[in-house]
């Protein structure tokens, strides 16, 4: 019997995700690479964050979006589940962001971390 939970996410692009994951201090390996479980199972992620206890934490890609994989019996981090998706989730919409209005020729041009979290970021674009 799999002990795995798969956790759904909205998370689409591998490499906002593992950008994410970097800001955040998280040390990750990029895949294909093996989750470790209970008993030695063992689940194929896309990104994997190993944990001190021997039981891994990844990424896993579905067909349409990357959830998350692990054994929550043996989650062993300073944040709850919820509130590490939450700040992996708000990383990886910043970088999302970034990326989608480069490619749109704005340029990041002012970014501030409000009290409550959320993050402004002030865009512009020059025309000719």
Known sequence: MSHF??????????TSLESALTDLGVEWKAGPQPVRGYRGQTRQAEV???????YDIGFSWNGREYELVADLQ???QPLTVEGFLNRVTQRYAYHTVV???EKQGFQ?????QNQDGSIRLVLQRWSA
Not at 5 to 14: A, E
Not at 48 to 54: A, M, V
Not at 108 to 112: D, F, I, R, S, Y
Request: charged share 30%.
């Open 5 to 14: 939970s798969q956790i759904k996410t909205q998370i689409k692009d591998l």
């Open 74 to 76: 043996y989650w062993q």
């Open 99 to 101: 990326k989608e209005t």
């Open 48 to 54: 994997s964050i190993e944990q001190d206890n021997g």
């Open 108 to 112: 990041l041009t002012e970014q501030k």
